[in-house]
């Protein structure tokens, strides 16, 4: 299971600020072809509104291809269109459209891949305040110091400037 759901993650991709993936690997997730499952969402379209499901501009799949996968695979490369992205509620959508025991296990294993990210996400957001706290104190050490610091630098400013001398090293056989 971990497997799968690593597989997933690399299949997750941030668009318009939103964590969707795409309808191409969500077919091959649902072991269907990609015009199949559109299909499916476009007889379903009431229930995939533009928070559940857009498609993507050609602007935007452009620099999808270059940023997010590079070389495109064989299954991207000849699209007639821009493919459409589902985010998390879009995707548990698509199980009521994709009524099989495939889907639903699918579904499943996507939607822990979202859990998972969403905790993860959350386990970090500490992060951002604890080194806004570390620069406020630093800037207060700085303050504090400044004369020291002050010191240090322009020492160390003179190191630089005035490489110490060197010796030759090897055997001086007194031709130089």
Not at 109 to 118: D, E, H, P, W
């Given at each position: 299971?971990?497997?799968?759901?690593?597989?997933?993650?690399?299949?997750?991709?941030?668009?318009?600020?939103?964590?969707?993936?795409?309808?191409?690997?969500?077919?091959?997730?649902?072991?269907?072809?990609?015009?199949?499952?559109?299909?499916?969402?476009?007889?379903?379209?009431?229930?995939?509104?533009?928070?559940?499901?857009?498609?993507?501009?050609?602007?935007?799949?452009?620099?999808?291809?270059?940023?997010?996968?590079?070389i495109s695979k064989d299954n991207r490369g000849g699209r007639r269109f821009a493919?459409?992205?589902?985010?998390?509620?879009?995707?548990?959508?698509?199980?009521?459209?994709?009524?099989?025991?495939?889907?639903?296990?699918?579904?499943?294993?996507?939607?822990?891949?979202?859990?998972?990210?969403?905790?993860?996400?959350?386990?970090?957001?500490?992060?951002?305040?604890?080194?806004?706290?570390?620069?406020?104190?630093?800037?207060?050490?700085?303050?504090?110091?400044?004369?020291?610091?002050?010191?240090?630098?322009?020492?160390?400013?003179?190191?630089?400037?005035?490489?110490?001398?060197?010796?030759?090293?090897?055997?001086?056989?007194g031709n130089s």
């Amino acid at each position: 299971m971990a497997n799968k759901l690593a597989q997933i993650k690399n299949m997750i991709y941030e668009i318009r600020g939103q964590k969707v993936m795409l309808d191409s690997d969500l077919a091959i997730l649902y072991d269907v072809p990609t015009h199949r499952l559109n299909e499916a969402v476009k007889r379903n379209v009431k229930r995939f509104p533009p928070d559940f499901m857009f498609q993507l501009t050609e602007d935007e799949w452009g620099s999808f291809l270059i940023s997010q996968i590079a070389i495109s695979k064989d299954n991207r490369g000849g699209r007639r269109f821009a493919p459409f992205v589902f985010t998390e509620q879009g995707i548990s959508m698509l199980s009521t459209v994709l009524n099989s025991e495939r889907a639903i296990e699918v579904n499943i294993n996507i939607i822990r891949t979202f859990v998972k990210l969403r905790h993860y996400v959350h386990s970090q957001s500490g992060t951002n305040e604890q080194i806004a706290e570390l620069r406020k104190l630093l800037m207060l050490y700085i303050e504090k110091n400044d004369k020291r610091v002050n010191e240090i630098i322009i020492a160390l400013n003179n190191l630089i400037e005035q490489p110490e001398k060197t010796q030759k090293i090897g055997f001086n056989t007194g031709n130089s």
